[in-house]
C-alpha cells in the first residue's frame, strides 16, 4: 500500500483549523520525492517524517532562522523541504535497510 497524505492530513499535524490545500499538496509531494530518493517505497510508517518536512516548509515559506553567534544575533535561511539527518536514518530503518555504522558477511562465500 503506498503511502497518501492530504492537505487535511498536514493542517492536522501542525494543528490548523485552516491550511491553504494547493500548497500543502504540493509540499507533501516535493517531501515524498525527496524521501523516495533515500527509500523506495516510502513506507506507511513515515508518514510522521514526510508530515514534519512538508510542515517546515509550510511554517516557514521565507526559510528564515535565527541564533547568536559571538554575541550577535545572525540571520540565516535554510530553505525548501529538506531531510534532517535523523529522518533519513529513520526513513532507512523503516524500509529494513542500514541499522548500524557497517554490516559483516559472517558466512564466508564457497561454503565450509
Known amino acids: 500500500m503506498a503511502l497518501s497524505l492530504t492537505a487535511a492530513d498536514l493542517g492536522t499535524y501542525l ?3 485552516e491550511i491553504n490545500g494547493a500548497r500543502a499538496e504540493m509540499l507533501i509531494a516535493h517531501a515524498m520525492n525527496l524521501a523516495a530518493t533515500y527509500v523506495t517505497p516510502v513506507p506507511d510508517e513515515a508518514a510522521g517524517i514526510i508530515l514534519a518536512a512538508a510542515g517546515r516548509a509550510y511554517v516557514n515559506p521565507a526559510f528564515a ?3 547568536m553567534e559571538t554575541g550577535y544575533q545572525v540571520m540565516r535561511q535554510r530553505g525548501g523541504v529538506y531531510l534532517e539527518d535523523g529522518e ?3 526513513l532507512q530503518r523503516l524500509s529494513g535497510g542500514p541499522k548500524g555504522a557497517f554490516e559483516i ?3 564466508p562465500s564457497g561454503g565450509a
Do not use: L
Request: hydrophobic share 40%; net charge negative; aromatic share 8%.
Open 15 to 17: 494543528d490548523f483549523d
Open 65 to 67: 532562522t535565527q541564533e
Open 88 to 90: 533519513i536514518a529513520a
Open 105 to 107: 558477511d559472517t558466512m
